[in-house]
């Protein structure tokens, strides 16, 4: 299987970020977030386009028209990947074509997964150590010789989970499939204001400290929370808050003992 790299652009938001929008402190939970990147992969049979040139065109407009409401995605991380810098350095897009079918490219997924994943996205983002030029977002589409595509995704951990990730793609769909119909989209504005209930009451003594903690290993432990332990935390704020969901009452649990091990 050989990659032919067609062409590599940075995609901007359509609209500058306005000044007040530029700077988006991150969470406690979400400055402790690994660097790490999410990957999406999306699968698409040859549907008989015959213009992929106005498909991929299409791809790249809506995706500069949905960064416009996701400008924390066009940005890059600053202070030590403890905030965003909504700058609108853009998305890293690159076309790609290989040459194989899509099934012969499924046929070896399961058994060559990590090397086959490297075919659907030439870009090496830990190439680039400072963690302030690194983009938060990327995208790769890759043809098959059958006409099939595959695209992938990359969003930093940084900016978003899984949940906040399906967001943006579906809005980005949505403003793809609405594209020529006279009208603009209308979206309703996402939100990035978590750091506002979990503000960071952490500091790192003012030192950039994104290289060393990019190296860092990191190992995952899961806490099960039964459920006389959720009834025992819904007790504890009964009197201050009416019907607390499970994740309300986990999310603030957590970020109390966060707080406490600070001390």
């Known amino acids: 299987m050989e990659l032919e790299i067609v062409s590599k652009e940075t995609i901007k938001p359509k609209s500058s970020t306005l000044p ?40 790249k407009d809506s995706l500069s028209k949905v960064l416009t409401f996701y400008y924390p995605f066009a940005g890059r991380l600053r202070d030590g990947g403890n905030s965003i810098d909504c700058n609108d350095m853009g998305a890293i897009v690159s076309e790609a074509k290989l040459q194989c079918s899509l ?21 090496d983002i830990n190439d680039e150590k400072d963690q302030r030029l690194k983009p938060l977002l990327c ?5 098959f010789e ?49 750091a506002s209930f979990f503000p960071s009451e952490l500091d790192n003594d003012g030192e950039d400290s994104s290289t060393e903690r990019h190296e860092e290993i990191v190992s995952s432990k899961r806490f099960v929370f039964e459920g006389p332990m959720i009834e025992a935390l819904k007790g504890m704020v009964s009197e201050k ?23």
């Open 103 to 123: 099934s012969e490219f499924m046929n070896n997924f399961n058994s060559e997964c990590e090397k086959i994943l490297k075919l659907t996205f030439f870009y």
């Open 146 to 194: 059958c006409g099939g595509e595959v695209m992938l995704v990359l969003c930093s951990h940084k900016v978003a989970d899984m949940a906040s990730l399906t967001n943006l793609m579906n809005d980005w769909a949505f403003i793809a499939r609405s594209s020529g119909n006279g009208n603009p989209p209308t979206l309703s504005p996402p939100q990035f204001n978590a």
């Open 20 to 59: 007040e929008l530029k700077n988006v402190p991150l969470s406690l939970f979400d400055q402790q977030a690994p660097y790490m990147y999410i990957h999406l992969l999306y699968f698409y049979h040859n549907h008989n386009i015959n213009d992929s040139n106005r498909s991929w065109q299409l791809l």
């Open 139 to 143: 995208v790769q589409l890759t043809q």
């Open 241 to 263: 808050v009416k019907n607390p969901t499970r994740v309300q009452l986990l999310a603030a649990f957590i970020y109390k003992v966060a707080l406490s091990a600070k001390e």
